[in-house]
């Protein structure tokens, strides 16, 4: 199994920058593409950023240019750095992961989840 922390949520106001982290651990063999998720109230889970081993990008339009997504391959860890944070940011962030485990002799691939962490843009 793979556990997926997230940290760095917090309240923020219109125009300010926060930076979100996702450490991954567990019995993990290799983790694959890894991103963030949002979703707001009364919304469905969007996606917001993905990033894979070899950091090649993939961004949500609503956030291009606002924010970044990175990873420490080593540490199994993503980030995303969020600039320029709007009202409609305001949502609870997951982080996702796509890994391949190792226990007992086996290898098991699995898709995973963070429990979120809220983030709130307001003046």
């Known amino acids: 199994q793979v556990q997926l922390v997230e940290s760095g949520g917090g309240l923020v106001q219109p125009g300010g920058s926060l930076r979100l982290s996702c450490a991954a651990s567990?019995?993990?063999?290799?983790?694959?593409?890894m991103g963030w998720y949002r979703q707001a109230p009364g919304k469905q889970r969007e996606l917001v950023a993905t990033?894979?081993?070899?950091?090649?990008?993939n961004y949500a339009d609503p956030v291009k240019g606002r924010f970044t997504i990175s990873r420490d391959n080593a540490k199994n860890t993503v980030y995303l750095q969020m600039s320029s944070l709007k009202p409609e940011d305001t949502a609870n962030y997951y982080c996702n992961a796509d890994g391949i485990t190792y226990t007992s002799g086996y290898y098991l691939a699995g898709d995973y989840w963070g429990q979120g962490t809220q983030v709130t843009v307001s003046s």
């Open positions: 567990g019995s993990i063999f290799s983790m694959n593409v």
């Open positions: 990033i894979n081993p070899g950091g090649s990008t």
